[in-house]
């Protein structure tokens, strides 16, 4: 095997990880801080009530996607906001429930007597008495299921929620008022995705051109017979930029569909402007995709659409890391041999 094949084999392989057990390496989970916290329920049932509404209505109207609750899904609600009033250091920022889990932020404002996951445990606690008192017949058998894992040494399954929870930080400014849309357009996502499945549904082991992927998106860009590869040198000035990305637009209004992994500032530029002007991309990942991954922001609808297809490694790694330039160049020759 030669270096670059080796390069390309480190490049398409990684470890998944549990992302309810990831926590910030040295933060302080008693501290003043802002979270955004999301649990979900045991193998996803949709416990907590159900989405409806109408996508094209923004947010606020009467008709907008929004959730109704169960009787489960405002219990949920009710044991959060007695956490909050237990707490005195804790203060809600915004709550989102969904079919089979919930968002929420949180803000520390001061020191608290006890670790967030120890209070977070405390509150799951609450929910599941609700559970028992509300839906027996189904607790009953979440318990009886734990209970044949008892004998093993650790277990996937909970009570009503998986075990553990997801976490995020607040770290970076604009983060909070990203977190608040990303909550508020929770429901139009999921009714989105309900209406144009295909687009939304990671594909596992996708062969093509002799290459393995894991795949997001309109597969049948693959397909297209007009496929341009984009790749810039860093070097390349403003204007020198500027003319690839007119040429690169003709190529679009002619039919072709841009591949290219999106690194460096020139293929930024031309990717993005293809993107805006709505044209058709192949968009290629340094890392793989987890069974529920999503587009973010102006991409998730972009996907619905039909307008992108990201291809990645067949395995996720959790793991962050800054792409080194042995990976550029084998995600940049994936690009060449697709265009082919």
């Not at 193998?43 to 009530?49: D, T």
């Not at 909050?84 to 001061?110: K, S």
């Not at 008192?133 to 209970?147: G, N, S, T």
Request: glycine content about 8%; hydrophobic content about 40%; aromatic content about 8%.
């Amino acid at each position: 095997m030669d270096e670059e094949a080796r390069r390309r084999k480190r490049l398409f392989a990684g470890e998944k990880k549990e992302s309810m057990s990831r926590r910030l390496e040295g933060h302080d989970y008693q501290s003043r801080s802002i979270y955004l916290i999301t649990m979900v329920t045991e193998g996803r049932l949709p416990l907590f009530g159900d989405v409806v509404g109408d996508v094209h209505q923004p947010y606020g109207y009467p008709d907008a996607p929004h959730t109704v609750p169960s009787v489960l899904g405002a219990a949920i609600f009710d044991n959060w906001s007695g956490m909050l009033a237990r707490v005195p250091e804790m203060t809600g920022i915004a709550f989102q429930l969904m079919p089979d889990h919930f968002h929420a932020i949180l803000f520390i404002t001061g020191k608290m007597a006890l670790p967030l996951g120890k209070v977070l445990n405390g509150f799951k606690t609450g929910c599941r008495h609700s559970f028992h008192a509300l839906c027996p017949v189904l607790y009953d058998a979440a318990v009886q299921r734990q209970h044949q894992d008892a004998h093993r040494k650790a277990t996937d399954h909970g009570i009503l929620f998986e075990l553990n929870y997801n976490d995020k930080v607040l770290l970076r400014e604009g983060q909070l008022d990203n977190w608040k849309r990303y909550l508020a357009d929770n429901p139009r996502r999921l009714l989105v995705k309900r209406e144009h499945p295909e687009f939304f549904r990671v594909q596992r082991s996708l062969v093509w051109k002799g290459m393995t992927f894991s795949s997001l998106g309109n597969l049948f860009l693959l397909r297209k017979p007009f496929l341009i590869q984009i790749q810039c040198s860093r070097r390349l000035t403003e204007e020198q930029i500027a003319a690839k990305t007119a040429e690169a637009l003709a190529r679009c209004r002619q039919g072709a569909v841009l591949v290219s992994p999106s690194v460096s500032p020139g293929e930024k530029a031309i990717m993005r402007a293809a993107f805006d002007a709505g044209f058709p991309e192949i968009i290629l990942k340094d890392n793989g995709f987890t069974p529920l991954t999503k587009p973010s922001g102006k991409s998730f609808d972009a996907c619905a659409r039909g307008q992108l297809l990201f291809l990645g490694p067949t395995c996720h790694s959790n793991e962050r890391k800054t792409i080194t330039r042995s990976e550029c160049l084998a995600l940049n020759e994936v690009a060449r041999r697709l265009c082919e």
